[in-house]
């Protein structure tokens, strides 16, 4: 790619951030903003974001949105082997539970309506690698909004916009419900009885514990806007219902026709419950429709880019495919108790090591993080004995950053420029690109930082 400005953009944007002392009334205004909509705090309780936003120009963009869309369309073929080759479904490893579950129709066509595609972008080249999938809860929606929105109300921000005749953003949590209501209309049975397809009951479905209430109080919010009623779901509550010789999928509030489905595949299996059999009974017989159903799961686990890498991938895509896969793929090996570990311990910081099941950013251990050469020989033998995989370890770019939020609190200088590690996260909804959730860290490998800002995302031309 030619002619890059993210980084120059991006240094900008904190220079004037840094000339006016780090912002305190820009940052404080930033604040009110996120505690007024949708608060954005860590385990802590500290608010977390950066002042400076990721900052790409239309060209940048394109190229991204042409990866994930390129991407999205392998995963769809991919998922598509799975379900028809039992030879290959194999590959995945998955428990003969969580098969059963992925082999559910679903009444409708598009078999990953969500997707959140984790992506170490390069600056300075242009190059760009895919280090994970999540299908299910691909979080950051409403934290990719919001903290643009508070960003925009900084005299920083002002002041950049005042340089750039064009300035666009990313409306995430909109995309979000958009291919809800497509998914719905296109569902077999939305036109039968109670099932409205234009206004449908929508149950948010999780386990509390494992809930993201403000990303789930957004949705509902937006949907209330359009006229559609949708509510938080315990997942424990569902169960099937008969009335008038009509069977039907209800909680405690009453039926529910569209389920959007942000509970985990493999969390529905280890906290099996009555509402869990309903959501299967349910989504098995058409009761309801299962947004995402449980199709999507193969490609949201570490597992993916492991049979990406291999050479059963030769049987699924063309050339170009798998050129695409090789060049912006990470490499991605997986694990047994019978496995060789000797070329992943003798170079211990050029690999990761992820658990079998979700991918999950925050869950894998860096052998660059383990202070000995034992510490990651039994992070090895763990991984292994549990059918993880290992991942090669590439350090995320450099981004600059002036820190919003709380930084006194976070132990950071509110004035001053900084270097964090960022990774973004490229939505896509049916297919196309939706847009960008970005995050930084400071201390530990790529995206397992002790330390983690949201980011927001503009696009500024000219």
């Keep these: 790619m030619n002619n890059l400005q993210s980084l120059a953009l991006e240094n900008e944007f904190c220079d004037i951030a840094c000339e006016l002392g780090g912002d305190v009334e820009g ?11 949708h608060p954005i705090y860590d385990q802590s309780g500290t ?56 082999l559910v129709p679903t009444g409708y066509e598009q078999l990953i309506p ?14 760009f690698t895919f280090t994970g999938v999540t299908t299910d809860s691909a979080k950051g929606t409403t934290a990719a909004v919001d903290v643009t929105r508070a960003i925009q109300r900084t005299e920083t921000y002002r002041r950049f916009a005042e340089r750039h005749r064009s300035i666009e953003t990313f409306d995430i949590a909109d995309g979000v419900i958009a291919a809800l209501r497509e998914t719905y209309t296109s569902w077999a049975n939305a036109d039968e009885g109670s099932h409205h397809p234009d206004r449908p009951v929508v149950g948010i479905v999780d386990y509390p514990e494992s809930a993201t209430p403000a990303e789930f109080e957004d949705i509902i919010e937006r949907m209330a806007d359009e006229g559609v009623f949708a509510r938080f779901v315990d997942i424990r509550d569902l169960r099937i219902e008969e009335a008038a010789g009509v069977r039907r999928l209800v909680d405690s509030e009453g039926p529910i026709a569209c389920v959007y489905r942000r509970v985990l595949v493999s969390e529905m299996v280890e906290k099996p419950c009555d509402g869990v059999d309903a959501l299967v009974e349910a989504a098995r017989r058409g009761l309801a429709c299962v947004i995402g159903g449980f199709r999507p799961w193969p490609a949201s686990t570490n597992e993916l880019f492991s049979v990406l890498c291999s050479d059963a991938a030769e049987s699924v895509l063309d050339a170009q495919e798998l050129a695409f896969v090789r060049a912006h793929v990470i490499e991605t090996h997986s694990l047994a108790p019978d496995t060789d570990l000797a070329p992943y311990l003798a170079d211990k910081d050029s690999w990761l090591a992820r658990p079998a099941g979700a991918y999950d950013i925050a869950q894998a251990v860096a052998g660059v993080d383990c202070e000995t050469t034992d510490d990651w020989w039994r992070v090895l033998l763990a991984c292994a004995e549990e059918g993880g995989v290992v991942q090669a370890y590439k350090p995320a770019f450099e981004t600059p950053v002036v820190v919003g939020g709380d930084a006194v609190d976070g132990g950071f200088d509110p004035a001053e420029k900084l270097r964090a590690r960022s990774i973004a996260g490229l939505f896509l909804f049916r297919g196309q690109f939706g847009g960008i959730y970005a995050r930084c860290g400071f201390e530990g490998a790529s995206g397992l930082w002790e330390r983690r800002l949201d980011m927001g995302c503009i696009v500024a031309n000219g």
């Design 47 to 102: 608010s977390t974001w950066t002042l400076t936003p990721k900052v790409f120009t239309t060209s940048e963009v394109d190229v991204l949105a042409d990866a994930a869309q390129t991407m999205g369309r392998i995963m769809e073929k991919v998922t598509q082997r799975y379900l028809s080759d039992p030879d290959f479904r194999a590959l995945f490893r998955l428990s003969p539970e969580v098969e059963e579950l992925t």
């Design 27 to 37: 940052k404080a205004a930033g604040n009110a903003y996120l505690e007024a909509s």
């Design 114 to 127: 969500f997707a959140r595609l984790d992506v170490l972008f390069d600056e300075e080249s242009g190059d």
